[in-house]
């Protein structure tokens, strides 16, 4: 057996090698605290970090808040009266849209008062000049309306008229990108939205009807403000005094000119001149003037009319074939500000779809026009949509050729590109309706046979007519009497320019007498 001593002896190494144990044990557990307090420390200098720059970005969007006032331009013209002040008015335009917006500020309260306003309003500028050129507001160049513009964008740091271009959509898409881009910004406290003649707009809007507080639907008398505006549950609010308070006649100058150029399928080929002409009376009427694009100016060598009405019928006249067979009119991109000045419904013309001429009413060899000596196309029924779905379903394995289909001619022949193999009965007419969806350069003034464009537009749900359907058919021609006036011979095939529809020697035929011929 163990001594006392020996027993005293191996408890104290006992005692010492726990000590040792435990000594290892603390130190472990100090190593880890420390680790734990380094990471706690990172992460809390991290989200103080973190909230320091919340904080910075909070105070800068607080620093410069600003309003944001979107306006499509093509349908919310500016009043006559700062229009025709031509430089001077695009100051004044500008003026009285900004104390417009500041008092609807000040009526809102919250602090908006005191936020800056910025100004983007987007439009075709050559079409506008057109458009403003045709009912005297104007001169007759191309962009006419540029020193207004220049004066308006100088008047103040944030407001800016743009230049969409002159492609159909292009003031269209501005608007939609520069909603899409500060609808959600911090800093912009507010958005006046000027565009509610186009319902096209609703769909950008839908998405921020949980923000609805955040906008304001521009309402002015010189548009038709759709209903679909007043169901998003928004703010609207009038401004007065700065807009046209009446729609830009846009329509009436284009049925002149298609007017004018019907007329010369029923004139004699030598119209009569005065003996006594004077030097003026000799030149050639300038056809670029009278669309408000010649860039000659005084230096042209043909001859300027202001008189619009006169101009052209004698133009008409003296025009090469070329010109004597173009439409003229107001290139001016589509907007629904016609409907109110022409005091319809949108889903209302002059005339309904169904007015129009049936084919077996058209004689070969005619067409059609309107009292406005307008071209009008036959009635196209209604399609069943599986029709529709067939012809697609076609298309897209080969397109079909349009022309041998709907004239039985091609003039490529054998080496056409597209199909010539049969398209009868309902599908037929589904490719008879599709071709007609395109529209004619030459519009109503059109007078080819076997022309396979559209003159009208037949699509019921069209969006200019209140519905959701896109329509590339001229704004105009929605409101164009359907109902036949008169059949006139059609220029064959080839005769456009060897003749000129000015030489053709043509009579046209009352629709009364016209189904008695029949």
Not at 76 to 90: I, L, N, Q, T
Not at 484 to 495: S, T
Request: charged share 25%; aromatic share 8%.
């Amino acid at each position: 057996m163990l001594s006392d001593g020996e027993l005293e002896r191996a408890a104290s190494q006992l005692d010492d090698y726990n000590k040792r144990n435990t000594l290892a044990d603390i130190l472990d557990g100090y190593r880890v605290l420390l680790e734990d307090y380094r990471r706690l420390k990172s992460d809390f200098e991290e989200e103080r970090d973190a909230r320091e720059k919340y904080k910075r970005t909070v105070r800068d969007h607080e620093r410069n808040p600003f309003v944001l006032v979107l306006v499509d331009g093509d349908g919310y013209v500016f009043d006559d009266a700062v229009v025709a002040k031509r430089g001077e008015g695009g100051s004044d335009a500008a003026q009285r849209l900004n104390d417009e917006i500041q008092a609807s500020l000040r009526q809102k309260g919250k602090g908006l008062e005191h936020c800056q306003i910025m100004i983007r309003v987007y439009a075709n500028v050559a079409g506008l000049s057109k458009a403003l050129a045709a009912v005297g507001l104007v001169g007759f160049e191309s962009r006419s309306l540029a020193p207004f513009i220049a004066s308006f964008n100088r008047t103040y740091d944030l407001t800016e008229f743009v230049d969409a271009g002159q492609l159909k959509e292009n003031a269209d898409s501005k608007l939609r990108g520069m909603l899409r881009l500060y609808a959600n910004s911090a800093q912009c406290k507010h958005i006046y939205f000027a565009g509610c003649h186009d319902v096209g707009y609703i769909s950008e809007l839908t998405p921020y009807l949980s923000n609805a507080d955040k906008f304001t639907l521009v309402n002015t008398p010189g548009i038709r403000f759709h209903e679909e505006f007043a169901k998003l549950g928004m703010k609207i609010g009038n401004i007065s005094g700065v807009f046209r308070s009446t729609p830009l006649d846009t329509a009436k100058s284009y049925r002149a000119a298609a007017a004018a150029a019907g007329a010369i399928a029923a004139a004699p080929a030598s119209p009569t001149k005065s003996s006594a002409a004077s030097p003026d009376d000799k030149k050639a009427i300038c056809s670029f003037y009278l669309n408000g694009t010649c860039k000659f100016g005084k230096g042209c060598k043909r001859l300027h009319v202001d008189d619009r009405t006169d101009a052209k019928q004698q133009s008409w006249n003296d025009a090469p074939s070329e010109l004597q067979s173009e439409a003229g009119g107001v290139s001016l991109r589509p907007t629904p500000t016609l409907l109110a000045n022409n005091d319809r419904s949108p889903r209302s013309a002059t005339s309904p779809i169904s007015s129009l001429p049936r084919k077996a009413d058209i004689l070969k060899g005619h067409i059609a026009l309107n009292s406005n000596n307008y071209r009008l196309d036959p009635y196209i029924e209604e399609l069943d949509l599986d029709v529709i779905a067939q012809l697609r379903a076609r298309i897209g394995h080969k397109r079909v050729c349009n022309s041998f289909h709907l004239t039985g001619h091609c003039k490529e022949g054998d080496n056409c590109q597209y199909d010539h193999t049969p398209v009868e009965g309902a599908t037929l007419l589904a490719l008879e309706a599709l071709a007609r969806s395109q529209p004619c350069p030459k519009k109503g003034a059109c007078r080819k046979l076997g022309c396979t464009n559209g003159h009208v537009c037949q699509i019921r749900e069209c969006k200019h007519r209140g519905g959701r359907l896109y329509c590339r058919i001229g704004y105009p021609s929605h409101f164009e009497d359907f109902v036949a006036a008169k059949y006139v011979p059609g220029v064959a095939r080839g005769m456009e320019r060897a003749n000129g529809l000015g030489s053709l020697k043509t009579r046209s035929i009352s629709a009364k007498r016209y189904q008695i011929l029949k």
